[in-house]
């Protein structure tokens, strides 16, 4: 029997390094970027109803206000999936928004990949139906890397997802200044050359490894994500500053910046240093072995 309602975790994705390798005929680039997730992000609820409907909240359901209903990626992400089901989406879905909108570190495309995971639990389906798996790459090309929820390497325009050794423990400090940056925006600011792919030479055994693999690659999306919000900048140094900082960069295509730091204790302890800048959206955590396992309370 299942169950009245089924909550999952929607974890924020970070681009740990995000190399722009091409752009095809139809105007997507490639990229080549290993992602991670951390224990900080929103939480979608399904339960049974005699109609689909969504109701969103949360301390960042303003950033949401403006779209159309029928736009958001958690409703067409429960569309989709009836459909390939073939069964009407009769279900009532909360979205409890906490991580920034349009910042790069995937909220909406996670908050698709849990709306899957929750209906898949709801509806029932075997653990190795490919159906969610098969909604997922029309609704956005971080869909499927959040849906795999665990550390990957992503290719293509994002639709390639391989999975990865498990990254050793970490913390990570998530700062966004407070301003929205669409990615079609930051892409457009793009220009120069193409880098190379830069996969791990090897799995790394600490933070502090993985900190200094990472610093010999790059995300390739900083520079225009500065152009067009130099705020950005601003986030960048003030992470590289804070005691314990291994590494600061943008995730994706911004505006969200995170520190690496050794564990979760050292994150914390660079939160507190850095302070609560007005407008800023500031979050102490940890990466995570596997995203689908966070509790859908946790934060």
Known sequence: MAAPGTAAFAAAKLNL????????????????????????????????????????????????????????????????????????????????????????????????????????????????????AQAAPALGADVPVCLHGRAARMTGIGERVEPVAPLPEAGVLLVNPGVPLPTPAVFRARSGPFSEPAPLERPPATAAELGAMLADRRNDLTVPALATAPVVGEVLERLSGLPGCLLARLSGSGATCFGLFADAAAASRGQAALGAPRGWWVRAGRLVRDARLIPSALR
Do not use: C, Q
């Open 17 to 132: 390094y995000l190399h722009v390798t091409g752009r095809r005929p139809d105007g997507y680039h490639e990229l080549d970027s290993l992602v991670a997730f951390a224990d900080i992000g929103d939480t979608v609820t399904v339960a049974p109803a005699a109609g689909f409907s969504l109701r969103i909240e949360g301390a960042m359901a303003a950033g949401l206000s403006g779209g159309s209903p029928a736009d958001n990626l958690v409703a067409r992400a429960v569309h989709a999936l009836a459909a390939l089901l073939d069964r009407p989406p009769d279900v009532a879905v909360r979205l409890v928004k906490r991580l920034p909108v349009a910042s790069g570190i995937g909220g909406g495309s996670a908050d698709a990949a849990a709306a899957l995971r929750a209906l898949a639990s709801l509806w029932e389906l075997p653990a190795e139906d490919p159906r969610p």
